[in-house]
């Protein structure tokens, strides 16, 4: 790749994760690494999808970009700016950009507030007026679906997905160049949920945003995502453009994954067997791939050694036996 090419990737990129480990310290057990050695990019203007079983370490991944939990090592950029050396980790990710939006918005929301007061909370420090804190919450409230009625209730005067949208004007107010998504839509109805993520998928274009999106529900990935990232036990097992992981999972744990769900199961391939067992325990992972246990291609190399990311297939895939295990289901 020239000095060009690299220059230009360089630019299109917002976030930038390398070797990010993360290690929770107990006084009671040994230390559990929930994160370990994982390295991705997101380029401006798309959505990466972080999917895997609970236990797999999407949110602790989310809440170190956020700067709400610990980093043990590793570098996390946005813009190019280092944040893992902050002294006020979150206070730095807030500056350069990066909004959260959490699961449970009755939680996020401050049940004494009026939505207004909830919505322009992130402003603050720019000593506004109250009426032009007025119009500027009256102005994100618009841009989420909502209107001026909503600006005097309390959290518990509105429906689950209105306080979400709440959240998101409230992500919004800052400018934010990245919103980390987590699980931000599993705790709505149907179709509630769907009319949030179209919401998402509009906001995302009228205001230029990037997003990461953590979630379980792989409609939710397929609907909005433009890159998925597989996590096992806390590494990265599978990386790609997310037609191609959706429609053609190339690691073992990815296809059960995606065959769990039906109607994402677009391709003739041949059928894995049922997932069994659970994820293991972070604070003893297995020897080798860590998805050994639970691998119906196991082979002895699995149990020894551990695969490394390699391109295949369009994205990048940790196993031994992808291009085999792929080979013989397109065959089949």
Same mark, same amino acid.
């Given at each position: 790749?020239?000095?060009?090419?690299?220059?230009?990737? %360089?630019?299109?990129?917002?976030?930038?994760?390398?070797? /990010?480990?993360?290690?929770?310290?107990? +006084?009671?057990?040994?230390?559990?690494?929930? =994160?370990?050695?994982?390295?991705?990019?997101?380029?401006?203007?798309?959505?990466?999808?972080?999917?895997?079983?609970?236990?797999?370490?999407?949110?602790?991944?989310?809440?170190?970009?956020?700067?709400?939990?610990?980093?043990?090592?590793?570098?996390?950029?946005?813009?190019?700016?280092?944040?893992?050396?902050?002294?006020? #980790? %979150?206070?730095?990710?807030?500056?350069?950009?990066?909004?959260? @939006?959490?699961?449970?918005?009755?939680?996020?929301?401050?049940? &004494?507030?009026?939505?207004?007061?909830?919505?322009?909370?992130?402003? +603050? #420090?720019?000593?506004?007026? &109250?009426?032009?804190?007025?119009?500027?919450?009256?102005?994100?409230?618009?841009?989420?679906?909502?209107?001026?009625? $909503?600006?005097?209730?309390?959290?518990?005067?509105?429906?689950?997905?209105?306080?979400?949208?709440?959240?998101?004007?409230?992500?919004?107010?800052?400018?934010?160049? /990245?919103?980390?998504?987590? *699980?931000? !839509?599993?705790?709505?109805? !149907?179709?509630?949920?769907?009319?949030?993520? @179209?919401?998402?998928?509009?906001?995302?274009?009228?205001?230029?945003?990037?997003?990461? /999106?953590?979630?379980?529900?792989?409609? %939710? =990935?397929?609907?909005?995502?433009?890159?998925?990232?597989?996590?096992?036990?806390?590494? +990265?097992?599978?990386?790609?453009?997310?037609?191609?992981?959706?429609?053609?999972?190339? $690691?073992?744990?990815?296809?059960? /994954?995606?065959?769990? =769900?039906?109607?994402?199961?677009?391709?003739? &391939?041949?059928?894995?067997?049922?997932?069994?067992?659970?994820?293991?325990?972070?604070?003893?992972?297995?020897?080798?791939?860590?998805?050994?246990?639970?691998?119906?291609?196991?082979?002895?190399?699995?149990?020894?050694?551990?695969? +490394?990311?390699?391109?295949? $297939?369009?994205?990048?895939?940790?196993?031994?036996?992808?291009? *085999?295990?792929?080979?013989?289901?397109?065959?089949?």
């Amino acid at each position: 790749m020239t000095d060009q090419s690299n220059a230009a990737l %360089a630019k299109d990129t917002l976030l930038d994760i390398e070797q /990010l480990c993360v290690v929770y310290r107990g +006084l009671t057990r040994r230390p559990v690494q929930a =994160v370990a050695d994982v390295s991705f990019s997101i380029a401006r203007g798309s959505t990466l999808a972080l999917i895997g079983e609970s236990g797999s370490g999407k949110s602790t991944i989310a809440r170190a970009i956020a700067g709400l939990g610990p980093v043990e090592s590793g570098s996390i950029r946005i813009d190019g700016m280092e944040l893992t050396t902050a002294r006020d #980790r %979150a206070a730095a990710a807030g500056a350069h950009g990066i909004q959260i @939006v959490f699961q449970d918005p009755t939680s996020a929301l401050n049940p &004494r507030w009026p939505v207004w007061q909830s919505i322009v909370e992130p402003r +603050l #420090r720019e000593r506004l007026d &109250r009426a032009t804190q007025r119009d500027i919450a009256a102005d994100y409230l618009g841009r989420v679906g909502l209107n001026t009625r $909503h600006m005097d209730r309390l959290p518990q005067q509105l429906s689950g997905g209105q306080r979400q949208r709440v959240t998101i004007a409230r992500a919004l107010v800052s400018r934010p160049k /990245l919103i980390i998504l987590d *699980e931000a !839509v599993s705790a709505l109805d !149907v179709s509630v949920r769907n009319e949030v993520l @179209v919401l998402l998928d509009a906001l995302k274009k009228s205001e230029q945003l990037t997003y990461l /999106l953590i979630s379980h529900d792989m409609s %939710a =990935v397929a609907q909005l995502a433009t890159t998925v990232a597989v996590l096992y036990l806390g590494k +990265l097992v599978e990386l790609g453009p997310a037609t191609r992981v959706i429609g053609q999972p190339a $690691h073992p744990y990815s296809r059960a /994954l995606i065959d769990a =769900v039906p109607a994402l199961n677009r391709t003739a &391939r041949q059928e894995l067997p049922h997932l069994g067992g659970e994820i293991g325990d972070p604070a003893q992972p297995p020897s080798g791939c860590r998805f050994h246990p639970r691998c119906p291609f196991v082979m002895d190399v699995c149990r020894r050694d551990e695969p +490394l990311l390699q391109s295949h $297939h369009g994205g990048d895939v940790a196993c031994h036996r992808a291009i *085999e295990i792929n080979t013989a289901s397109s065959n089949s």
